[in-house]
C-alpha cells in the first residue's frame, strides 16, 4: 500500500471514529436506576411500537371476526411477561455479577448447552437490529410518506450510523438514551390516556383506516379447526416480540449502582410496569379506533393508490387519530418512536460485541473478536453485527413483517434454557443449604423459575411450530450453523493448544547448522545480486544459486551472462522437461535436507505501487513458498524489493529501499566456503 | 492441501487432460491443401449457416417488401469477399512466416496499432466461440425441439468440452476436421441444387414458414429516408458475418506444404469460391422457398404456441422444405451444421492462445499467457477465452441475433489495418526495389490491398454506425479497455526491466553482516523453541526475543514462565497501549537497523489440515510480514510449522513435519554472543 493513501485512509479513520484510546482509560462511571432504565430497556419498551402491530396483522388473515381475540392474546402476552420478569429478577439476584443466560446456562447446564444459547443469542442480536431498524423505518416513512421508495437504503444506513457511533465507542450513553425513552414512554402513555378520555367522553378516535376493509386473502373465509389454532397462535407468537430484551437487565447488573442485585430487580419491575401499561394501552386504543392492517396497502379494499402509497404503522394510525394526521402531536409520537426504536437496536451493539468476545475468549470464535480495537471497544464484533443486520435487511426489504418471523426463536430458546439453569442452581443451593428460612426462599425461588421455564419453553414450542415455514427455519439453521463452527473451533483450537505446549521448564533448542542457502535466480538482475548479499549475510556451509531451464535458449543466455559476471557463486541448471518451475526447485531443496541441518531458500518479494501491479509478480514466488513448507527443515527468507513505480506513491522511497543495491563502495566477494 | 486432495484432483487432471508432455516432443506434420482448407477454413464456411439467416431478420423488421433487397444485398457481401481474398493473396504471398493481422500492423504502422488489432482479435476470437456455438446450438434445437429449454446449458457444455480437448491439445486436427467440413460443404451444396432443380422443374420447395406473416414489429411500417437506409445498411453489416475467419488461412500459412505461400493462395481462393457458392446456393433458395423469420416465434401470426415452440434456423427450414421435416436429409443437414459450427469454434480456440502468448512475450500481457502447460498447450490462453465465451453466452442466453451485434467489428477493424499495413509494406518495397518487372508487380499489389483497405474500411464505418447502439458500442469497450490494460501492463514491465537491470560484466555483492535475528514471541511453545533454533543456526550478531504486551496480565505470565525456563536468550517487552502488534514491532526493528547490517525477522507460519482452520491462523502474521517489508535491511524468516490436525489429511507427516523439536538429544544452547 503507499505511503499517501495509508496517510489518507489514517486521517479518514481518525476523522471518523476519533483518536485511539490507551488502554486503562476510564470507563462509563456506574448508573443509577433513573438512567439504567433507559439504557437497558428501550429494547423491550420500544418492542411495543410492533408487538399490537404484528399481531393484528396475522389475525387479520382471519378475516374481521378474529380481531375481536385481539384482548384475549394481549391478556396473555401480558401475563407471560409477568412470569417472565419475575423469574429474572430470580436471576438477577442470584447472579450480581452479570447473569447473562449465556452464563446461567454454560455454569448451570454444562457448556454444549450454553453455547447453544450463545449462537441464539448472536442470531437473534442481528434480528433485533434488523426488526427495530426496519420499524423505526416504517415509523419515519409513515410520517413522511415521500421516503417510501427508499426504505432499504434508509435502513442501511441507518445500521451504518449505528455502526460508526459504536466503533467511535459511547461513553456517555446513559444520558442520550434517557431523554428519548422517556419522551417515548410519556408521548405513547399520554396518547393512550387521552384516547381513552375521548373514548370515555363519547368521542372516540377513529383510525383513518377503519374505513378501509379487509381484502379477504386466506383462500377459504371461514377457517376453523387446526388452521384457525394455527393462526392465533401465530398471533399470539408475533405479539411475543413484545418481551424481546427483558434479559438485557440481568446482564447489565455489574453496571448499576449499589446495592446492584436489589436497584436491577426494581428496574427490572419498573420496566415491565411500563412495557405492560403501553402494549395494553395500544391494544385498546387500536380496538377502539378500528385500526385495520394488513400485509400490503392492496389488500385494504378502498386504500388510495395501493401500490405507491405506504400503510401507516399502527402506532402512526392511533397518533393521526388522537392528535389529528397533521399536528404536532402525530410528528412528536413518530419522531420519539423512531428514535427509541433505533436506540433498541443499539442495545445489540452492546450486547453482540461483549458476547462475542467472550465466546472468543473461551476460544468459540477467532482471536479477533477478543480483542478491543483503537476506540477499547469489540470493533470485529461490531462489523459483524452490523454486516449481518444489512444483509438481513436488504434480503428482506426491511419489511417488519416478513423479519419478525424469524425473531424471539432466539429470545425463548435463551429464557427457556436460562430457567432451567436456575431450577438446577437452586437445586445445587438447597443441596448445601441448612438454614430453614434461607432454604424456604429458596424453594419459593426455584418455585418460580421452574414456573417460568415451563411457560417459555411452551411458548418457545408455540413460536416454533407457528413460525417454522414463516421463516423461523432460516434462524434455526443459523443457530445450528452458527453453534457446529463454534464447536469445531473450540476443538481446533483445544487440539492446537496441546500440540504446540511444551514444558517451559525443560525448554530445549536443537542445535541446527545453516547448511544452505539456496538462490532460485530467473535474471542476473539487482534482486538476485541482494538475495546472493543477502545469503553471504546468513554465513551457510554453501550458497546455490539454481535456475530452472524451462526454455533452453534463455538458460543458456542466462548462464553465460552469469558466466562473464564474475560471481564467485556458480549456477546450476535445472531441467525441466514439463516446464514446471516449482516441481524441480522443491526436488532439488528436498534433497539437500539432512536431519539436523537448516536450508534457507531466498525469494525476492516484489512490492509494487498500484494493486494491479501486484497480479504482475511474485505469482510463482507464492506458489513455490507454500510447496515449500512441506519439505522438513526448509525456512523460507523472503527478500523484500520495492519497484520504482511504488515509489510515485511513497515519497520517503529512500527510507524504504535500502540503498537499491548500494554500488560505489562495494567489492565482489564471495563466501570462502561456497561449494 | 492435503495431500489425499492433491493426488485426487492430480488424477482428476490426469483422466481428463492425459499425462504431461515433454518439451520438444514431434507436433503435428505440415498440412497438404486437402487437409489445411477443413482446417483453416471451418470458421468462414460455417458462418453461412447464420449470415444469411442474420441479414433477412434485420430486412424483415421492415417489412416484406423489404425482403425483396436481399438478392442486392447478397450480392455485395460476395463482392466484398472477392475484394478481402484478393487482399488476403496477397498477404500470404508477402509473410510466408504467417501474416496476421498483428504482427503485419505492429510491422507497417508501429507496435500501438499493431496493439490495437491485438486487442480487437481478442475480442473477437471470443465472440467467434460465442456466435458459433450459438448458431450451433440452435441447429441442434432445430432437429430436436425438446431441448428448447436448455440451450444456455447445452451451449455452456459445448464450450466446456471444446475447453477440455483443447487443454489435452489436439494432435490429430487436420483429419478430425476434414470428415466435417466436407460433409457441410457436400450437404448444403446438395441441398442448393437439388432445391433448384425442383424449382426449375415447377416443384418449387416451401419453407413451412412461408404460411406465417411477419407481425410488423416496426413502430411505422412505412419506413422511410435515414430509417430505411440504416435498416439495409444493418442488413448488410450482418450479412458481412460470412466473411469472419477468412484471415485464419493468412495465419496458417507455416503449416502448409511446400510451397508455403502458393498453397495457401490456391487454399484461399478455394475457400472463397466454396464460401460464396454456399451463400449465395442458401440466400437464393431462401427466397423460393420464402423463408419468413422473426427475431421471437411470436412476431409471426399463426405460428403455434410460440411461447415454447424454437423458431427453425434457416438452414433447417431450407433442409426442412427440400428434403421433408421428417427426411433423413433434414437430420443430416443439422448435424453437419451444428458439427461445423463447433469446429468453428474451434478454431478460436486454436487463434486466441497463441496471439496471447504472442502478447504476453512482447510484456503486453502477464507472463502466465506465454507458457506452454503440461500438454505443451497455452492453457492460461484456452481457459480465458472459453470462461470469457462463457459468460456472454450466458448472458445473451446464447442467441444469435443478439451476439451477432457485439461481432466483426474487430474482424473488419484487422482487415482495414492490415490492408493499410500491407500497402505501406508495398511502399517500402517500391522504393527499394530497381527491377521494372517487380516494381510493377508490387505497384499491381499494392493497389489491390489500397482497394481493400478502402472497401473494409467503408464497411467497417457501416458497422460500426449501424451496430453500435445495438451492442457494438460492448465490443468496442471491451477492445479499448484490452488495449488500454495491456499498454498499463507493457509500461509497467518495461519499467521493471530497466530498473532491476544490472551490467552483468560488473555484478557487485554488497558485504552485508546479519546483526540481529528477532523472534517475536506470543506463548513460549513448541514454534517458538524452533525459531530461536532456526535463528541460532543463522548465526547473527545477536538473537532477540521480543513480545508486545497487549494485556499486562499475560505479559507478565509469559516472562515468568520464560524466567523459568532457562533459556539462554532474554525475552523484551514492548508496551503497547494502544492493544497494537504490528506497529510496535514494526518500530522495534526499525531502530536496529543499519547500514551494512540485515535483520532476520522469524514468523512462525502454521499449515493447517483444513481451509476454514486457515483462517484462524496466521492473520497477524501476514499483516506483519507485509509492514516488515518497508523496513529496510530485514528479510523475513517463515518457519513453517504443521499443525497435527493437518496430519490427519497427510498420510506421511513424519515426513513432512521435521521432528516436531526433537527431544532427547538436545541440549540448552544459546549463541555465545547473544545480548
Known amino acids: 500500500m503507499s505511503r499517501v493513501r495509508r496517510v ?8 471518523l471514529l476519533g483518536r485511539p484510546l490507551r488502554s486503562g482509560q476510564p470507563r462509563t462511571a456506574l448508573l443509577p436506576k433513573r438512567l439504567a432504565l433507559p439504557v437497558f430497556a428501550s429494547d423491550p419498551l420500544s418492542s411495543v411500537a410492533y408487538a399490537t402491530q404484528e399481531m393484528l396483522l396475522v389475525l387479520s388473515v382471519g378475516g374481521l371476526s378474529l380481531l375481536y381475540l385481539t384482548p384475549w392474546l394481549a391478556c396473555a402476552v401480558i401475563l407471560l411477561m409477568t412470569v417472565v420478569v419475575i423469574s429474572y429478577r430470580q436471576v438477577v439476584r442470584a447472579y450480581p455479577e452479570g447473569g447473562g443466560s449465556y452464563q446461567v446456562v454454560s455454569t448451570n447446564l454444562g457448556p454444549s448447552t450454553g453455547l447453544a444459547v450463545g449462537a441464539a443469542l448472536l442470531v437473534d442480536y442481528v434480528l433485533t437490529v434488523a426488526v427495530s431498524v426496519a420499524s423505526g423505518v416504517a415509523n419515519i416513512v409513515s410520517a413522511v410518506p415521500a421516503l417510501h421508495g427508499y426504505r432499504v437504503g434508509l435502513a442501511v444506513a441507518l445500521v451504518a450510523a449505528l455502526t460508526l457511533v459504536n466503533l467511535r465507542g459511547v461513553r456517555e ?3 442520550a438514551f434517557a431523554a428519548p425513552t422517556y419522551l417515548f414512554v410519556g ?3 399520554l396518547m393512550c390516556v387521552t384516547g381513552l378520555i375521548r373514548w370515555a367522553l363519547g368521542h372516540a378516535p377513529t383510525a383513518e383506516s377503519a374505513q378501509y376493509s379487509l381484502v379477504q386473502t386466506a383462500p377459504d373465509a371461514g377457517l376453523a379447526g387446526a388452521a384457525l389454532v394455527m393462526l392465533v397462535l401465530r398471533a399470539f407468537s408475533s405479539g411475543c416480540t413484545a418481551l424481546t430484551g427483558v434479559e438485557a437487565i440481568s446482564n447489565g447488573v455489574p453496571a448499576f449502582r449499589e446495592p446492584k442485585s436489589r436497584n436491577a430487580a426494581t428496574t427490572l419491575a419498573a420496566m415491565a410496569a411500563l412495557a405492560i401499561s403501553m402494549f395494553a394501552g395500544i391494544t385498546v386504543l387500536a380496538m377502539i379506533a378500528r385500526v385495520h392492517v394488513a400485509a400490503d396497502s392492496c389488500d385494504l379494499a378502498g386504500f388510495p393508490d395501493c401500490r405507491n402509497t405506504p400503510q401507516l404503522t399502527v402506532i402512526a394510525q392511533l397518533a393521526a387519530a388522537v392528535f389529528g394526521a397533521d399536528g404536532l402531536g402525530f410528528f412528536y409520537i413518530q419522531a420519539v418512536t423512531a428514535l427509541v426504536l433505533i436506540l433498541a437496536a443499539n442495545t445489540a451493539f452492546n450486547g453482540f460485541p461483549p458476547l462475542a468476545s467472550l465466546l472468543a475468549r473461551r476460544r468459540y470464535l477467532p482471536r479477533q473478536f477478543s480483542t478491543r480495537g483503537d476506540r477499547l471497544v469489540f470493533s470485529n464484533g461490531i462489523v459483524l ?3 449481518a443486520a444489512g444483509v438481513l435487511l436488504w434480503a428482506f426489504d426491511a419489511s417488519v413483517s416478513a423479519l419478525i418471523h424469524l425473531y424471539i426463536l432466539g429470545v425463548f430458546t435463551s429464557f427457556t434454557l436460562s430457567q432451567a439453569g436456575m431450577v438446577r442452581h437452586w437445586n445445587h443451593r438447597l443441596d448445601q443449604e441448612r438454614d ?13 423459575n421452574a414456573l417460568g421455564a415451563v411457560v417459555t419453553g411452551g411458548v418457545l414450542v408455540v413460536v416454533l411450530i407457528t413460525k417454522f415455514t414463516q421463516g ?3 434462524t434455526v439453521l443459523a443457530a445450528l450453523a452458527l453453534w457446529t463452527v463454534m464447536k469445531s473451533i473450540h476443538r481446533h483450537y483445544a487440539a492446537v493448544t496441546e500440540e504446540l505446549a511444551v514444558d517451559g521448564r525443560k525448554a530445549h533448542l536443537e542445535e541446527l ?12 538482475d539487482a534482486p538476485t545480486l541482494r538475495s546472493l548479499a543477502y545469503a553471504e549475510a546468513l554465513r551457510p556451509d554453501a550458497i546455490q544459486a539454481v535456475t530452472v531451464a524451462v526454455d533452453h535458449d534463455e538458460a543458456q543466455a542466462l548462464n553465460d551472462e552469469w558466466g562473464h559476471s564474475g560471481l564467485a557463486i556458480p549456477l546450476q541448471t535445472l531441467a525441466s522437461p514439463y516446464r514446471e518451475i516449482t516441481r524441480p526447485l522443491v526436488g532439488y531443496v528436498r534433497k539437500l535436507s539432512s536431519p539436523h541441518g537448516v536450508i534457507a531458500v531466498l525469494l525476492p518479494q516484489f512490492m509494487t505501487g498500484r494493486w494491479w501491479e501486484q497480479m504482475l509478480h511474485n505469482r510463482s514466488t507464492l506458489w513455490l513458498q507454500l510447496r515449500l513448507a512441506f519439505v522438513p527443515g526448509v525456512m523460507v527468507v523472503t527478500v523484500p524489493w520495492h519497484l520504482a513505480s511504488a515509489a510515485h506513491h511513497t515519497p520517503h522511497r529512500t527510507a524504504y529501499a535500502p540503498g537499491a543495491v548500494r554500488r560505489g563502495h562495494n567489492v565482489i566477494s564471495s563466501s570462502p566456503d561456497t561449494r
Not at 489518507?8 to 476523522?15: E, Q
Not at 547448511?515 to 542476473?524: E, G, R, W
Open 187 to 189: 408521548g405513547i402513555l
Open 8 to 15: 489518507a485512509s489514517f486521517l479518514i479513520k481518525r476523522l
Open 385 to 387: 453485527l452490523a454486516a
Open 513 to 524: 547448522r545453516l547448511t544452505h542457502a539456496v538462490i532460485p535466480v530467473a535474471n542476473l
Open 436 to 448: 430453614p428460612a434461607t432454604r424456604k426462599r429458596q424453594h419459593a425461588a426455584r418455585a418460580v
Open 173 to 175: 450513553s446513559g444520558r
Open 472 to 474: 423461523a427455519w432460516l
